[in-house]
């Protein structure tokens, strides 16, 4: 595999222009290269020597990569890449190159190009991507816009645990968030890019399957489907589709477009009788491309049409057909146009994923395609979802924490009827193109749909359809160096095959006893948000959430893990509820909050107050009535009270071995 060498290079090379600061240091691994091409020169004066050499020319190759790697993530870094934003700009003009749509607002990523400052000095900006949030401003990518830059740094919500999401927006190169109303938005122009246009008539395609006679359902699924645009669909869908196992179907992938490639070779049959190979598949590689055009040139599809163009040119030119390599060189070239996707999660699965296909698929299938072609192909398709779950599974729950546990039966029901219905809807798009809405084909299409809904709700309403797992990078790295060694085994059949296939199961199996030893379990704990409306609690059980909102003008109690809150939001005499604060439950710790409503009262007259653990005051409360309150406690000596407005969030954790309070 050509592309094998020069790939690992770059990946290594990204990595570390990625760790330093001076990109000058890529000079380094070229000048080494240059040095050793030149000794390995030297000493091949005679064939025999140059054959003997020959696999040291890898050396100089792996570091001229290695350099181009660290040279291509210091050229696609931003700007600004501290965690301070730049301050005194009042105007921002930038291009919108991400839109998405909530039921919250708009956002959008924005390449920052130029901002002005107070003294009408301008500067332009490289790679300065920022996250724009907005309340009803419309907009496409490539829209030129100019904004108000009210910077802010990107940070996880403090009102949860940590999640990682400012970490991943860092690691695509945005750093800073901000905020615009609609009014404080200006569209001045658009920019007319291969890219841009492409999204432009994905648009169009949705408008007109969204007026077409298909159901409002279906619409959104076919829109997702196809065009690879999830924001249509609602989120109870999503995780429907997600917890059954067959989120992929809704992720335009490589598989979309290999079915897309099936279809087109199968309408092509004709040329293939006439003997024009040639012209037969690189018809069916433009009409890929094509789609690839009107799906908006999504990443997933682009880097899935890449490597069919390899393969498909193998073919033309009678080369020998590497899919292996073919994937290896599609992710060469992404990577090298775009070395911020090495950690695009997107790209990550997709390889994988693809990979293990590639490798174990067609060996693992015990059943032969010329004697039993329908048997070959149910067992193919348990396989493929076998096979790319167990590989990409760490990868998984490294980022989303859990593992679907229906995968399987679900992929055996859906899969073997989604090509016709991709096929179908393919039918039904390129009607609309032509101005034909097609009752039948609607009505058809509607029914499919309800099929895939009601399969995937069925199997994933049986219990938990998820297992949860933290794994850490240690887990992921000897989990994916075992699959690599077991493919490898399987691959070279020999004596020594047996050997390496235990090695290869023995790191697979330290990788899952490790998890254990690598990774703590998280605590039981409870975070009081900071919100100035909701009295709102994150109540976690272990890793997971839930979030609890205490009713306002009233008092409400909370027992959540043996841990008891109050809530005071109303100015009642609170005599009449000493029952309730001078409560003798046996709790771990008890929390009093006191919101806007505890107005008139003063923290003596609160029985039992030294019964409680911590005192919170709400945001909602009014700053004179918050600073009387803690002058007070200063007064009488009360060390546990806490400001949400002043000190933020406060999380509580509750250890198992936390005595209990009687």
Not at 346 to 372: D, I, K, M, T, Y
Not at 584 to 589: I, L, T
Request: hydrophobic share 50%; charged share 15%; proline share 5%.
């Amino acid at each position: 595999m050509p592309f094998l060498i020069p790939l690992l290079a770059l990946i290594i090379g990204i990595l570390i222009g990625d760790s330093i600061q001076l990109p000058a240091w890529g000079l380094v691994p070229m000048l080494v290269a240059c040095a050793s091409y030149l000794l390995i020169l030297k000493k091949t004066s005679t064939p025999l020597l140059a054959l003997k050499h020959n696999k040291r020319h890898m050396v100089w190759v792996f570091l001229i990569f290695a350099g181009i790697g660290i040279f291509d993530i210091a050229f696609h870094k931003p700007t600004i890449s501290s965690s301070q934003p730049p301050k005194g700009y009042i105007l921002a003009e930038g291009e919108i190159i991400e839109a998405k749509s909530f039921a919250s607002g708009d956002r959008f990523v924005v390449d920052v190009i130029r901002m002005v400052d107070t003294l009408s000095q301008v500067r332009t900006f490289h790679n300065f991507k920022v996250l724009l949030s907005s309340d009803g401003f419309s907009a496409d990518p490539g829209d030129i816009i100019t904004f108000i830059p009210r910077l802010n740094p990107i940070t996880d919500n403090p009102n949860f645990r940590p999640t990682g999401f400012a970490e991943r927006m860092h690691r695509v190169g945005i750093y800073f968030t901000t905020h615009a109303k609609a009014s404080e938005i200006n569209l001045k122009g658009f920019n007319h890019t291969l890219a841009n246009s492409a999204v432009a008539w994905r648009n169009r395609l949705v408008v007109k399957i969204e007026k077409s006679s298909l159901s409002r359902p279906t619409c959104n699924f076919i829109i997702a489907l196809l065009l690879g645009d999830r924001s249509f669909l609602s989120e109870e869908v999503r995780d429907t589709f997600s917890n059954a196992g067959v989120a992929h179907v809704l992720a335009l992938s490589g598989m979309h477009v290999a079915i897309i490639m099936g279809i087109i070779l199968a309408l092509l049959f004709p040329f293939k009788i006439w003997g024009w190979h040639c012209i037969r598949y690189i018809v069916a590689l433009l009409l890929v491309w094509v789609y690839a055009f009107f799906t908006g040139m999504s990443p997933s599809t682009v880097r899935a049409c890449i490597m069919t163009t390899f393969v498909v040119v193998a073919l033309i030119i009678q080369r020998r057909n590497s899919p292996e390599n073919a994937l290896l060189a599609s992710a060469f070239i992404i990577l090298l146009l775009n070395p911020q996707s090495l950690f695009d999660i997107g790209l990550q699965l997709s390889v994988l994923c693809v990979g293990s296909l590639l490798l174990f698929a067609g060996p693992l299938n015990p059943v032969n395609r010329h004697r039993h072609p329908m048997l070959h192909s149910v067992v193919a398709a348990a396989l493929v979802s076998l096979v790319s779950t167990v590989t990409t599974w760490v990868v998984v729950s490294f980022y989303f924490k859990s593992v679907p546990l229906l995968f399987l039966p679900v992929n055996l029901c859906l899969l073997p009827i989604l090509p016709l219905y991709i096929c179908l809807s393919v039918l039904f798009i390129i009607l609309l193109i032509f101005g034909i809405d097609f009752s039948a084909l609607a009505w058809i299409l509607n029914n499919g749909y309800k099929i895939f809904d009601w399969i995937a709700s069925y199997l994933s309403a049986f219990g938990n359809a998820t297992v949860s797992f933290d794994i850490q990078m240690p887990v992921v790295i000897l989990w994916l160096l075992g699959v690599l060694i077991i493919a490898y085994a399987i691959k070279r059949r020999s004596d020594k095959s047996k050997i390496i296939l235990a090695g290869g199961l023995s790191l697979m199996i330290i990788s899952i006893v490790s998890i254990p030893f690598l990774n703590d379990k998280p605590k039981d704990g409870i975070i009081f948000q900071k919100s100035s409306s909701d009295i709102s609690l994150a109540l976690y059980d272990g890793a997971y959430p839930q979030v609890s909102t205490m009713p306002r003008n009233t008092i409400s109690r909370i027992v959540h893990k043996g841990c008891e809150i109050l809530s005071i939001d109303c100015n009642e005499n609170l005599d009449s509820l000493a029952t309730t604060l001078l409560s003798s439950r046996k709790q771990r710790k008890r929390y009093l909050i006191l919101g806007s409503g505890f107005k008139g009262t003063t923290l003596k007259e609160v029985p039992g107050l030294e019964g409680f653990d911590k005192i919170i005051l709400h945001p909602s409360m009014k700053r004179k009535m918050e600073t009387k309150l803690r002058q007070e406690a200063v007064e009488i000596g009360l060390n546990a009270l806490y400001s949400l407005r002043e000190d933020g969030p406060l999380e509580e954790l509750l250890p198992d071995s936390l005595p209990i309070i009687k």
